[in-house]
């Protein structure tokens, strides 16, 4: 039958019946290589005898992967309520009026101020007006690094309101405008939904970046 032995360890296990060393993997316990000898002739006695582990056979490895599949869907199930969970608890913060929340910086954002916030109700136009002017002037007749006057403006307009959702809102209508007026004045007439969308994300993204300046003042 013959012996499996580490030279690491000094160690050997004996093949019962029936085993054969492709049964056994080619580690032992202690990260040694194992090797098959037919007798111990060649072995220290002072080298003790171990048990190994054999290999798990065919059956056991598709079992496994089948049992592993089995339990993917349970796994994003949990992974995906601890997500909600994790998303519900950030944004229930505690309501003033069911619009904002106090932060450390100020008054904040939650999902039902964003809810109210799909009107034109509160557009301040003598703001957004002269803006959108002046981005539209720049976007189509300036060219190279000062077209990042585009952005501080659209900055500034997010910093000059007290809730950071109106900022955000107000931003928002002057980056379309602008970039839609822009790409006319440009002839981009091709581009026009694009530049409009590229628009409406500056804008957010911008008003954004500028109510929360004026939170952290």
């Given amino acids: 039958m013959g012996y499996l032995i580490c030279g690491k360890c000094k160690s050997y296990y004996k093949l019962q019946k029936g085993e054969k060393t492709k049964d056994f993997g080619d580690k032992c316990h202690c990260g040694g290589n194992l090797r098959y000898v037919e007798n111990l002739d060649i072995v ?5 005898p171990v048990v190994l582990a054999k290999k798990p056979g065919r059956r056991e490895i598709v079992k496994s992967k089948i049992n592993y599949l089995i339990s993917i869907p349970a796994h994003l199930k949990t992974r995906f309520f601890r997500l909600g969970s994790a998303l519900k608890n950030r944004f229930q913060r505690p309501s003033y009026g069911n619009t904002y929340y106090n932060s450390p910086y100020g008054r904040g954002l939650d999902l039902e101020s964003i809810k109210n916030e799909f009107n ?7 703001v957004v007006i002269p803006v959108t002017v002046a981005i539209t002037l720049i976007y189509a007749f300036i060219s190279g ?3 990042l006057l585009i952005f501080a403006l659209l900055i500034l307009v997010g910093y000059l309101f007290k809730d950071q959702m109106l900022g955000i809102k107000n931003a928002l209508i002057t980056g379309v405008i602008s970039f839609f007026l822009g790409g006319l004045l440009t002839g981009s ?8 969308i590229v628009g409406a994300i500056n804008g957010a993204v911008c008003g954004w970046i500028g109510g929360y300046l004026r939170m952290r003042r």
Avoid: A, E, S, Y
């Fill in 44 to 48: 220290d006695p002072c080298w003790k």
């Fill in 120 to 126: 034109l109700d509160n557009i301040q136009w003598p």
């Fill in 145 to 147: 690094i000062f077209t």
């Fill in 189 to 196: 007439f091709l581009f026009l939904i694009p530049l409009t």
